[in-house]
């Protein structure tokens, strides 16, 4: 017989009749459905204005933040605070806004805690020319970028870096399109200034016309490891290491890479096929008892070409730097690299729904408990009702075991005819448990990935990406299953079951707490 599920106690009343039951199953099952499509529907466009932080509208600033006697420039937009750098041409701060973030994602916060970091590692989509200049050239005018800005529009910035050096021989300059989101685009535009042909890169040495890199990898709380990513127009492959990462792309195809963690990604693409590689490093701290990370660098690479005299090419790269919001990457086509499933999406979709009805997740989760458990409630019944019938004959079912001990196949045949005698379903008690399997774990799967739920509090619990900082809901998790222990009647389950609930606080107290507020929840409601 099967064992009864005591983590996902049942929401039944034996006294209601199956009509009333069966009614009340249906007519719960309906609203869920409805709450559903209806979540769906609305919270699409409302999920991406919640993603978006509050703030001013866009503002550029031009001034020297560097100390190099150019103007850098200081952008700001409702999610994101960037410095353009005079010195390189390149991002030099890249500050997150909003109420899951008030951080750094370049530079790396890891800089403030004593970490050191190798300067060629510090690359943020750091886009760089492979210049092949006459041998009698020497670099004319100052040194560095001169940063501009063009006529921009309310949801959109551009800020001009254009080069300083070797003006006599080649123009080089970036332009950098920033939206009011996380994506943004940098169109790069080199010029022949001379009258003979440049060539750019060299294919028989290797050497790319242009390189896009990328480091030193992704250091937000809560600092884990990072994967790697290949992407193609369409589809994305996900490596663990960058020597899979270097092996697997070998096939090419690929138009651009990326980085991800649990809450955030780094991506850059480009619209033809490109060469990539990564590579992994140890940052250490000054302190030798502090703990090691691993840092990353991707890259990308553009085969060689050449420009002749007087002409110019424009190569534009699309990127991507911030929180892994679905609807802030479902507008660039990237909404895989979020790993939500379709299940996952809706769910997601329900919990911002609530979100926007009441600003608070940790309700939020409580309510999207419940549907969850309204909409599953007719298979629960169904398993009940199964596993009750089923200890019912139990007695009987022993009785015929005893009889035919040494009769494999008669006691088979006995058991069968009491299964049809008494009309019970051997499997009744699991398949519903079954079905209910692929939205559980969905529902799992989301509160665990949702970044929305970053640094954001509830009740006692300042992060409910984190884990409870008093242990509150593992052990109110732990006595709930021993009470619901206390209700079985079989001696076998109970002694089957009886680790369980230490074994579940071993499994609670280090998980996120947004998770345990959903499995508090729905513990709670099958106690009553």
């Known amino acids: 017989p099967p064992v009864k599920n005591n983590s996902l106690p049942t929401i039944v009343n034996a006294s209601v009749s199956r009509k009333s039951t069966w009614s009340l199953a249906s007519l719960a099952t309906l609203m869920g459905i409805f709450l559903v499509f209806g979540a769906s529907f609305f919270a699409g466009e409302n999920g991406r204005l919640q993603a978006q932080p509050n703030g001013q509208l866009p503002s550029v600033e031009l001034k020297d933040v560097d100390n190099d006697g150019l103007p850098d420039a200081s952008v700001e937009t409702k999610a994101l605070r960037i410095i353009v750098s005079s010195k390189t041409g390149n991002i030099s701060l890249y500050y997150l806004k909003g109420r899951n973030f008030e951080e750094n994602l370049f530079p790396p916060v890891l800089l403030d805690f004593g970490y050191a970091f190798a300067s060629d590692t510090l690359a943020p989509f750091e886009i760089s020319l492979s210049r092949n200049l006459p041998e009698n050239s020497a670099p004319s005018g100052a040194q560095g970028y001169t940063i501009s800005r063009e006529p921009s529009s309310p949801d959109k910035i551009v800020i001009v870096a254009a080069e300083?050096?070797?003006?006599?021989?080649?123009?080089?300059?970036?332009?950098?399109?920033?939206?009011?989101?996380?994506?943004?685009?940098?169109?790069?535009?080199v010029t022949n200034l001379g009258e003979n042909e440049a060539v750019m890169g060299n294919a028989q040495l290797g050497t790319p016309g242009i390189k896009v890199r990328y480091g030193p990898g992704l250091f937000l709380d809560p600092f884990n490891p990072s994967s790697f990513l290949a992407l193609?127009?369409?589809?994305?492959?996900?490596?663990?290491?960058?020597?899979?990462?270097?092996k697997g792309v070998q096939a090419g195809g690929y138009t651009g890479a990326g980085l991800k963690t649990t809450y955030f990604c780094a991506l850059m693409e480009y619209k033809d096929p490109v060469t990539l590689t990564a590579q992994k490093m140890t940052v250490k701290s000054n302190d030798p008892k502090k703990k090691e990370f691993s840092g990353e660098t991707i890259e990308m690479a553009l085969p060689p070409f050449s420009l002749k005299a007087k002409d110019s090419r424009a190569f534009n790269f699309n990127f991507y730097f911030g929180p892994k919001l679905l609807d802030e990457l479902k507008a660039i086509h990237r909404d895989q690299v979020t790993d939500y499933g379709f299940l996952s999406t809706v769910l997601l979709r329900i919990l911002q729904f609530f979100n926007s009805i009441y600003p608070n997740y940790g309700l939020s989760i409580v309510f999207l408990t419940i549907l969850v458990r309204i909409m599953l409630y007719p298979l629960t019944i169904s398993q009940t009702k199964s596993m009750a019938k089923m200890q019912k004959i139990q007695p009987l079912v022993q009785d015929v075991k005893d009889r035919y001990k040494d009769d494999p196949q008669k006691f088979n045949e006995e058991v069968l005819k009491l299964y049809q005698k008494h009309e019970v379903n051997p499997l009744g008690g699991c398949l519903p448990m079954f079905l209910q399997l692929p939205v559980l774990i969905a529902l799992y799967n989301t509160i665990n990935i949702a970044?929305?739920?970053?640094?954001?509090?509830?009740?006692?619990?300042n992060d409910l990406s984190k884990a409870d900082p008093i242990l509150l809901l593992p052990i109110a998790i732990t006595?709930?299953?021993?009470?619901?222990?206390?209700?079985?009647?079989?001696?076998?389950?109970?002694?089957?079951?009886?680790?369980?609930?230490?074994f579940m606080f071993v499994i609670t107290w280090s998980l996120p707490s947004g998770l345990l507020i959903y499995w508090f929840t729905s513990s709670v409601i099958g106690v009553f």
Do not use: C
């Open 479 to 502: 006595v709930l299953m021993y009470y619901q222990q206390g209700k079985v009647s079989d001696p076998q389950q109970q002694q089957m079951m009886a680790f369980m609930p230490m």
């Open 232 to 246: 193609k127009p369409d589809s994305q492959d996900v490596f663990d290491d960058p020597e899979k990462f270097k």
């Open 451 to 461: 970044v929305e739920l970053r640094k954001t509090p509830f009740l006692w619990m």
């Open 164 to 189: 300083n050096s070797n003006a006599q021989f080649l123009g080089f300059l970036k332009r950098y399109h920033f939206p009011t989101g996380y994506a943004f685009e940098t169109e790069t535009i």
